[in-house]
């Protein structure tokens, strides 16, 4: 079995400022690792994902994720963040050998308020 | 960009009544997903489909709910007797495989249900 922990429910920061969501995750197997977010009113899109190789990996808008097997972490970083950036953002893990289908266990997610 | 569309966007029902809830997975994905979030919490996995089957459900995933593949496009969802507990967005997903390259799933925009 496994549990995402997401350690902020909200997070708000100005404009341009730097910004990072944490996420921690358990599991008793290997895991490939995602980010999706939720803007406002719509359903999850696919930020990130983690499956194999360079633990650092780059998204869509500028965002990236850091993958630390040691600290069982997988944080969302972006460097200057944007008033559209504002939406909740959701880690969610899935056993890499099929188990389970592979279904996501999700975190309980952490609202991102960009105020400018 | 291919997506995953979700039928109705909202639907109010009154408890006891039957619902059933749609979506049209992308069109080369062979496994297709429930999930459903209620207000405030996290997402959280209902059952997985593949090759004609239930390949897991949840413990939420009792005998009032049902999956179907009708025809070589729609999945469905429903939920026989319903309660004021399953008010909740439902998101429907899709992949295209597991395996080494991961599967990578792809939600619909959800339908909210809210039962009265």
């Known amino acids: 079995a496994q549990s995402v922990t997401q350690l902020d429910s909200q997070v708000p920061v100005f404009e341009e400022a730097p910004v990072e969501l944490r996420c921690n995750y358990s599991?008793?197997?290997?895991?490939?690792l995602f980010w999706y977010v939720q803007y406002p009113n719509q359903g999850l899109q696919l930020l990130l994902k983690y499956l194999s190789g360079s633990t650092l990996v780059k998204g869509i808008n500028g965002f990236e994720a850091e993958f630390n097997k040691s600290q069982t972490s997988f944080h969302l970083r972006k460097p200057s963040v944007h008033i559209s950036d504002t939406a909740e953002y959701f880690c969610?893990?899935?056993?890499?050998?099929?188990?389970?289908?592979?279904?996501?266990?999700f975190g309980k997610g952490t609202l991102l308020t960009v105020n400018p | 960009e291919p997506e995953v569309t979700q039928t109705p966007s909202h639907q109010v029902t009154q408890m006891g009544q039957e619902v059933i809830l749609r979506c049209v997975p992308i069109?080369?994905?062979?496994?297709f997903y429930w999930y459903r979030q209620i207000l405030g919490q996290k997402v959280e996995f209902l059952v997985s489909?593949?090759?004609?089957?239930?390949?897991?459900k949840s413990e939420i995933f009792d005998d009032q709910f049902s999956v179907e593949r009708p025809d070589g496009s729609n999945f469905t969802l429903k939920i026989r007797s319903t309660k004021l507990e399953d008010s909740a967005m439902y998101f429907c997903a899709s992949s295209e495989w597991g395996g080494v390259g991961g599967n990578i799933q792809y939600f619909g925009a959800g339908t909210r249900l809210s039962v009265l």
């Open positions: 489909f593949y090759n004609n089957e239930i390949s897991e």
């Open positions: 969610a893990v899935s056993d890499r050998s099929g188990g389970s289908n592979y279904k996501l266990t």
């Open positions: 599991s008793s197997v290997s895991v490939y």
């Open positions: 069109s080369n994905h062979l496994y």
